[in-house]
C-alpha cells in the first residue's frame, strides 16, 4: 500500500493562512492506493487517519479512510505527523491497532545541528584561515567610525560562540544628527489629519525631530515634524499638489504607494526622477484614483529613511456612500518594529544596508510610532480600523485579546469579532471573518471590529518563530497596544438586541453596530471584478522567479544557513538569526527577480506593454535557493488581481498593490495595465529592495 498527503493552502483574504496563534493553516488531501480490506490484515474493521504531534503529545482521530483522494479537514500543528492504520473499533482515542502508514510534515525535517557543527562552531574557524573568527568575511571598510554595537539577541535562543564572534557588516554605522544635541530639536507631534479636496496644495517637509521613546530622547526623521506624516484624507478621484521640501542629510524621494497617479510623480530615483538633493525642493501632483487605504515614503534608501519615520497615511474616500459597511468610527493604524541595541537605535549602513538576508527585524513595537498605543470605544461600537504594515521586514499576525471585564475571575479570554473589508485599493468581493489579520509590509487591510464586552483588551502579534539550533517551534508574543472598551450609557444600549438583562452587557446600540453581524457582498467592487472574469483562466502570459545569490558570507554562515536548508518556512516571522542577518550586507547578498523566458534578472528586466494590456503573470518564489523567504511583492502605478495560490483560484478578490509570495509557493495575479510610464515592481522587504531584488516595466500609452 502506499499514500501521499497534499497540504492544501485553505481560503484565506490574506497572503497566507494562519491561525491568531500563528500556527500555518493546511487542507489535508490524503489519496491512499493499495489498502486491503482491514479484516485481512488481522482482527480489524477499520481503517483509520490520525493526527499527531512528533512527541505525541496531540493525538486527534480523523475518521476512517479508504483508497482514493479524501480531504483530511484542517490542520494546524506546528510539526506534526498524518498516521493510518487498521482498528478494531472506531471509537478509540488513540490508535490501538496495526500501523500501516505514516506522513511527516515537511517542518520536521528541521533538527538541531550535529556535534561536528557546533564543534565547528566553537572554534569559529575555516580550514586555513589561520584561526582568526570570521576571517573570510573580508570586506571591512578601512575607515572604522564609532564602533557597531552588538546587536540584540532574543531572550532564550542559544547563538554559537563563532556567530558571536562575527566581525561587523562591510558598512559604516550610521544614525542621524550624531552632531545635533537632541534638546535643540522640537519635540515630535503625533499627526494632523489634512482634510484636502481637490485641487489643495500641501507643503511636506522631510526634517530631523527629536522623539520621545519610554521617556529617553532619540534624532530621528519625520514629515512637518510628525510622527507618522500628516495623514492626508481626501476624496475618491481628487488631485493635489504636494511641494516637498527636503531637509535631512540624505537625497530622497517621496514615493505614493498605491496610487495610479502620473509617471513623473512615483518618487523613483533614478526612474521617474532625480534625486531631491538636501535642501532641495520638488513638485508632485498626486492623484487619488482609487477608494483604499494608501500610504507616502521615501524611495531612496527606504531602509533607513522609512525605518527613521518618514512615512504618513492617505485615506481616499470612496465616492459610493455605502462602499464600506456601516462604522461608528474610524482609526488608522501604522504598524511597525524599530531595531533598538539597548538604551540607543541600532545603527543602520551608511554605504549599504545591513541585514540583507532576513531584513531588518525590530525589537520595540511601535503603532502610529508610539510604543504604548492606546485606543478608547464604547462597548458595541464598530471600529473601521485601517491597518498599514510600514516596517521593512516583519509580516504580522494581529489579534486583540481582553480578559472579560466584569470581574469574573478566570473568565476565558474575549476574542472580538473581526471582518475583513478592504485591503490595498478597494474593497473585497465580500466580507469576511477572520481570527486575526495577517500584512506584510507595504499591505494594507481595512477591518471591522465590534467589542462587546466593556474591559480592557491587547492589540497582539502572535506568531510561532524559529530557534534554529534547536530546531524547533516557540511562541512569539508581542503587545502592540491596548484598546479600553467603556460600557455603553443605559440610554444607548437599551434598544440593542436581546432586552437587558442582569449581567448582560452594555452594548451601543447604532446602527453600524446592528448591521455588524451581516456579512455583506460588496455589489460595487463585485460587479467590477466580475467584468475580469473572463481573463482569468486564459494562459499564463509572464513569469517571474524570485531567489537569491551570496558571495564571500563567512563560513560558518554558509554551513549554517546550508543545515537551515532542510526546511523553510513560508514565512519568517521574527528575527531569529540576530547576528548571521546583521552581519550580511548587500554586498554579500544580491537578492533576484528573474525572468525565465529571457534569463534577465532585476534591473536588467524591462517589460513593455500597452495601456489596455491585461496580464497574467505567475510569481514562483523558489524554494532551493540558499536561503528561501516571502517576499511582498509591489507592483508601481497599476492594480492587480490575486488569481490563485499553488494553483488554488482565490474565492474572494479584491484589487491590490502588494502580494504577499510565501516561500515555496506560486502565485498567480491578473495585471490591470491603465497607467503609461516607466515603472518598477519590487519586493516591499526595504534589505531585499537594496539588495538588488527590483525591475522595471514600461507601459506605452
Ligand atoms: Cu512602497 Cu516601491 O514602494
Ligand atoms: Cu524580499
Same mark, same amino acid.
Given at each position: ?307 527613521? =519615520?518618514?512615512? @504618513? !497615511? ?5 465616492? %459610493? &456612500? *455605502? $462602499? ?6 474610524? +482609526? ?26 532576513? =531584513?531588518?527585524? @525590530? !525589537? ?5 510610532? %508610539? &510604543? *504604548? $498605543? ?6 458595541? +461600537? ?48 465580500? +466580507? ?270
Amino acid at each position: 500500500m502506499s499514500g501521499h498527503l497534499e497540504l492544501r493552502t485553505p481560503h484565506t483574504p490574506f497572503g497566507v493562512a494562519v491561525n491568531a496563534a500563528g500556527h500555518h493553516l493546511y487542507e489535508g488531501i490524503l489519496t491512499l492506493d493499495g489498502l486491503p480490506e482491514p479484516a485481512a490484515l488481522g482482527d480489524y474493521h477499520h481503517i483509520v487517519a490520525w493526527l499527531a504531534s512528533p512527541i505525541f503529545d496531540t493525538i486527534v482521530a480523523l475518521g476512517p479512510v479508504a483508497n482514493g483522494t479524501q480531504s483530511l479537514g484542517e490542520i494546524g500543528l506546528n510539526k506534526f505527523m498524518i498516521i493510518i492504520t487498521a482498528e478494531e473499533r472506531l471509537d478509540a482515542p488513540e490508535w490501538e491497532g496495526r500501523l500501516l502508514l505514516r506522513a511527516s510534515s515537511p517542518s520536521s525535517r528541521m533538527s538541531p545541528p550535529d556535534m561536528q557543527e557546533f564543534m565547528l562552531g566553537a572554534m569559529g574557524t575555516e580550514p586555513g584561515d589561520a584561526g582568526i573568527p570570521g576571517a573570510a568575511h573580508a570586506h571591512m571598510p578601512t575607515t572604522a567610525a564609532a564602533p557597531w554595537p552588538h546587536p540584540p539577541m532574543l531572550p532564550g535562543l542559544t547563538m554559537f560562540p563563532a556567530l558571536m564572534a562575527l566581525d561587523p557588516p562591510a558598512a559604516t554605522p550610521f544614525l542621524p544628527g550624531a552632531a545635533t544635541d537632541p534638546a535643540t530639536l522640537p519635540l515630535a507631534r503625533p499627526r494632523d489629519i489634512l482634510r484636502l479636496g481637490d485641487g489643495d496644495v500641501v507643503d511636506l517637509e522631510a526634517g530631523l525631530v527629536r522623539r520621545r521613546i519610554h521617556s529617553r530622547d532619540h534624532i530621528m526623521y519625520g514629515f512637518n515634524g510628525q510622527y507618522p506624516g500628516p495623514l492626508l484624507h481626501v476624496p475618491e478621484a481628487a488631485t493635489i499638489t504636494v511641494n516637498f521640501t527636503n531637509s535631512i542629510p540624505w537625497p530622497t524621494t517621496i514615493h505614493w504607494h498605491g496610487l495610479r497617479l502620473d509617471n513623473a510623480s512615483d518618487g523613483v530615483p533614478g526612474v521617474t526622477q532625480d534625486p531631491v538633493e538636501p535642501g532641495e525642493t520638488f513638485r508632485y501632483t498626486v492623484h487619488f484614483k482609487d477608494p483604499g487605504v494608501y500610504w507616502y515614503h521615501p524611495h531612496h534608501r527606504e531602509d533607513i529613511l522609512k525605518d527613521l =519615520g518618514l512615512y @504618513g !497615511n492617505m485615506l481616499v474616500e470612496p465616492r %459610493e &456612500p *455605502d $462602499y464600506y459597511a456601516p462604522a461608528d468610527r474610524e +482609526e488608522f493604524l501604522m504598524l511597525d518594529d524599530f531595531l533598538m541595541a539597548g538604551d540607543a537605535p541600532m545603527p543602520f549602513g551608511t554605504e549599504r544596508s545591513t541585514h540583507a538576508f532576513m =531584513g531588518r527585524f @525590530g !525589537n520595540l513595537f511601535l503603532v502610529n510610532g %508610539e &510604543p *504604548d $498605543y492606546e485606543l478608547e470605544v464604547t462597548a458595541g +461600537e464598530v471600529v473601521r480600523l485601517y491597518l498599514t504594515n510600514v516596517s521593512n521586514t516583519r509580516t504580522f499576525n494581529l489579534s486583540f485579546e481582553g480578559a472579560a471585564g466584569r470581574g469574573d475571575a478566570g473568565a476565558a479570554p474575549q476574542h472580538p469579532r473581526i471582518k475583513v473589508v478592504g485591503t490595498d485599493v478597494g474593497a473585497f468581493e465580500r +466580507e469576511e471573518w477572520v481570527e486575526s489579520i495577517v500584512l506584510s509590509p507595504a499591505e494594507r487591510y481595512i477591518v471591522h471590529v465590534r467589542f462587546d464586552e466593556p474591559g480592557e483588551y491587547r492589540l497582539l502579534n502572535r506568531i510561532q518563530g524559529i530557534d534554529h539550533l534547536g530546531g524547533t517551534f516557540f511562541p512569539e508574543t508581542d503587545t502592540m497596544g491596548v484598546v479600553r472598551v467603556a460600557a455603553a450609557r443605559p440610554a444607548d444600549a437599551e434598544t440593542f438586541g436581546a432586552p437587558a438583562s442582569a449581567g448582560a452587557p452594555a452594548m451601543a446600540a447604532t446602527p453600524a453596530s446592528l448591521a455588524f453581524d451581516t456579512l455583506r457582498t460588496n455589489l460595487p467592487a463585485a460587479r467590477e471584478i466580475a467584468l475580469y472574469r473572463d481573463q482569468f483562466d486564459l494562459p499564463i502570459d509572464r513569469e517571474l522567479t524570485f531567489t537569491l545569490e551570496t558571495t564571500g558570507i563567512p563560513y560558518i554562515v554558509q554551513r549554517l544557513m546550508r543545515f537551515d536548508s532542510a526546511y523553510f518556512h513560508p514565512v519568517e516571522w521574527s528575527g531569529t538569526m540576530p547576528m548571521m542577518n546583521w552581519n550580511s550586507s548587500s554586498q554579500e547578498v544580491r537578492w533576484i527577480v528573474r525572468d525565465p523566458a529571457t534569463g534577465a534578472e532585476n534591473m536588467d528586466i524591462e517589460w513593455e506593454f500597452e495601456v489596455g494590456d491585461i496580464v497574467r503573470i505567475r510569481l514562483h518564489n523558489e524554494r532551493r535557493s540558499f536561503h528561501a523567504m516571502q517576499h511582498p511583492f509591489h507592483i508601481h502605478g497599476q492594480r492587480f488581481l490575486v488569481l490563485a495560490r499553488n494553483g488554488v483560484p482565490n474565492e474572494n478578490l479584491a484589487w491590490k498593490d502588494t502580494v504577499l509570495l510565501p516561500a515555496g509557493t506560486t502565485t498567480d495575479i491578473l495585471l490591470e495595465i491603465t497607467n503609461p510610464g516607466r515603472w518598477m515592481a519590487h519586493c516591499h522587504i526595504s534589505e531585499h529592495l537594496e539588495a538588488g531584488m527590483r525591475m522595471l516595466f514600461t507601459v506605452n500609452p
